[in-house]
C-alpha cells in the first residue's frame, strides 16, 4: 500500500475500533486484567480496628505513636501486542488479509488500554525479532502501532516461535499482558510457551483464512506457494482426497496448538478472516469476566 492508503486505513481502523471500545471494552477490559499487586501508599496513625499486621514498628519507634502502612492497587497495566508477520499472514481470500485482521483486533485492545491509561507495546517477528517498540502511553503512540501493523516490511519470512517468545521475554521487565497473533503453524515452541505463560499474563490469538483448511472444488489445477519457503507445487483441485487431506493436517495443527494452550493454563481468542472480528473477542472477555468473578 501506498503511504496515504496506510494512513486513510489506521484511520478507518482507529474510527471503528474507538467505537468498539467505547460501547463495549473499556469496562470489561478493566475487569478482565489485574494490576501487579498492592503497592505502599502511606503511613498514617493507628486507629482502632486496624489490622495490627499493618503497623510500622520502625516509624512507631522514632515517634512513639502506633503508625499503619496503608497499600493500594498497582492499576498500571502493560499491553504488549506480538505479532507474527511471516509469509504466511500476508493471505487472504476474503476481503482482508491475515495481517489486516490482525491490526484491527490489535487497535480494540489498544484503545481499550489507552482508554484505561496503561502503556501499549509492539513485537513484530518472523523467524527472528523485526521490530519492538517499548510500550509507552498516548493516543499518537497507538497509532504509530497500528501503523506499522500495516506497513512494516518483514526482511524474513519464515516463522520460529520459540526463539522469538524467549527474545521477548528478555526485552520485558515487568509483568505484562502479551497478546500474541500467529497461526501457529510452526513446532518445538511449547517451552517457549509455557515460560511467558507464567511470567505473563499471555492470550494467544489463533488467526485463521477458512481456504487455508478448504481449498476450493474447482475443474482445474492450482499452483500453490508456501508463502515462508516458497516452494511451489500443482495440485488438482477436482481431488476430494487431496481436499480431505488439507483438512485433517489443518485439524490436526490446530488441535495440537489448542492442547497446547489448555496445558499452559492459557484462554486464546480464535479469529476466522471471513467472520465478524468482534464477535471472538466480546465472548473471550465475557467468559474471563465470568471465571474471575
Same mark, same amino acid.
Given at each position: 500500500?501506498?503511504?496515504?492508503?496506510?494512513?486513510?486505513?489506521?484511520?478507518?481502523?482507529?474510527?471503528?475500533?474507538?467505537?468498539?471500545?467505547?460501547?463495549?471494552?473499556?469496562?470489561?477490559?478493566?475487569?478482565?486484567?489485574?494490576?501487579?499487586?498492592?503497592?505502599?501508599?502511606?503511613?498514617?496513625?493507628?486507629?482502632?480496628?486496624?489490622?495490627?499486621?499493618?503497623?510500622?514498628?520502625?516509624?512507631?519507634?522514632?515517634?512513639?505513636?502506633?503508625?499503619?502502612?496503608?497499600?493500594?492497587?498497582?492499576?498500571?497495566?502493560?499491553?504488549?501486542?506480538?505479532?507474527?508477520?511471516?509469509?504466511?499472514?500476508?493471505?487472504?481470500?476474503?476481503?482482508?488479509?491475515?495481517?489486516?485482521?490482525?491490526?484491527?483486533?490489535?487497535?480494540?485492545?489498544?484503545?481499550?488500554?489507552?482508554?484505561?491509561?496503561?502503556?501499549?507495546?509492539?513485537?513484530?517477528?518472523?523467524?527472528?525479532?523485526?521490530?519492538?517498540?517499548?510500550?509507552?502511553?498516548?493516543?499518537?503512540?497507538?497509532?504509530?502501532?497500528?501503523?506499522?501493523?500495516?506497513?512494516?516490511?518483514?526482511?524474513?519470512?519464515?516463522?520460529?516461535?520459540?526463539?522469538? *517468545?524467549?527474545?521477548?521475554? $528478555?526485552?520485558?521487565?515487568? #509483568? /505484562?499482558?502479551?497478546?500474541?497473533? +500467529?497461526? &501457529?503453524?510452526? %513446532? =518445538?515452541?511449547?517451552?517457549?510457551?509455557?515460560?511467558?505463560?507464567?511470567?505473563?499474563?499471555?492470550?494467544?490469538?489463533?488467526?485463521?483464512?477458512?481456504?487455508?483448511?478448504?481449498?476450493?472444488?474447482?475443474?482445474?489445477?492450482?499452483?500453490?506457494?508456501?508463502?515462508?519457503?516458497?516452494?511451489?507445487?500443482?495440485?488438482?483441485?477436482?481431488?476430494?482426497? *487431496?481436499?480431505?487431506?488439507? $483438512?485433517?493436517?489443518?485439524? #490436526? /495443527?490446530?488441535?495440537?496448538?489448542? +492442547?497446547? &494452550?489448555?496445558? %499452559? =493454563?492459557?484462554?486464546?481468542?480464535?479469529?476466522?478472516?471471513?467472520?465478524?472480528?468482534?464477535?471472538?473477542?466480546?465472548?473471550?472477555?465475557?467468559?474471563?469476566?465470568?471465571?474471575?468473578?
Amino acid at each position: 500500500m501506498l503511504p496515504r492508503e496506510i494512513l486513510a486505513q489506521v484511520r478507518r481502523i482507529e474510527i471503528r475500533t474507538g467505537r468498539l471500545v467505547n460501547e463495549t471494552f473499556a469496562g470489561k477490559y478493566l475487569s478482565v486484567f489485574k494490576g501487579r499487586g498492592m503497592e505502599f501508599s502511606q503511613v498514617r496513625e493507628y486507629v482502632p480496628g486496624d489490622d495490627i499486621r499493618a503497623i510500622d514498628w520502625n516509624v512507631t519507634a522514632r515517634s512513639g505513636k502506633v503508625f499503619v502502612r496503608e497499600y493500594q492497587e498497582e492499576r498500571e497495566l502493560t499491553l504488549v501486542v506480538a505479532c507474527d508477520l511471516s509469509g504466511s499472514q500476508f493471505f487472504g481470500s476474503g476481503k482482508k488479509f491475515k495481517r489486516e485482521a490482525a491490526a484491527e483486533l490489535a487497535a480494540v485492545l489498544a484503545f481499550a488500554a489507552l482508554k484505561n491509561n496503561d502503556k501499549v507495546g509492539l513485537f513484530l517477528f518472523t523467524d527472528r525479532a523485526e521490530r519492538f517498540i517499548p510500550p509507552r502511553k498516548g493516543h499518537r503512540h497507538v497509532l504509530a502501532i497500528i501503523r506499522d501493523l500495516l506497513a512494516f516490511e518483514p526482511k524474513h519470512r519464515g516463522t520460529r516461535l520459540g526463539d522469538c *517468545l524467549d527474545t521477548l521475554n $528478555r526485552m520485558l521487565h515487568r #509483568r /505484562s499482558i502479551i497478546v500474541l497473533v +500467529s497461526d &501457529f503453524q510452526d %513446532a =518445538g515452541f511449547e517451552q517457549s510457551l509455557r515460560r511467558t505463560a507464567k511470567k505473563h499474563d499471555l492470550i494467544p490469538v489463533f488467526i485463521e483464512d477458512p481456504r487455508e483448511r478448504d481449498l476450493p472444488a474447482l475443474p482445474a489445477f492450482l499452483d500453490l506457494e508456501d508463502p515462508e519457503s516458497g516452494e511451489r507445487i500443482l495440485v488438482d483441485a477436482r481431488s476430494a482426497a *487431496l481436499r480431505q487431506g488439507r $483438512r485433517r493436517a489443518r485439524d #490436526r /495443527s490446530r488441535a495440537e496448538a489448542e +492442547s497446547l &494452550f489448555k496445558s %499452559a =493454563g492459557v484462554e486464546y481468542i480464535d479469529i476466522d478472516t471471513h467472520q465478524p472480528l468482534i464477535d471472538p473477542v466480546v465472548r473471550f472477555f465475557r467468559e474471563r469476566s465470568r471465571r474471575l468473578h
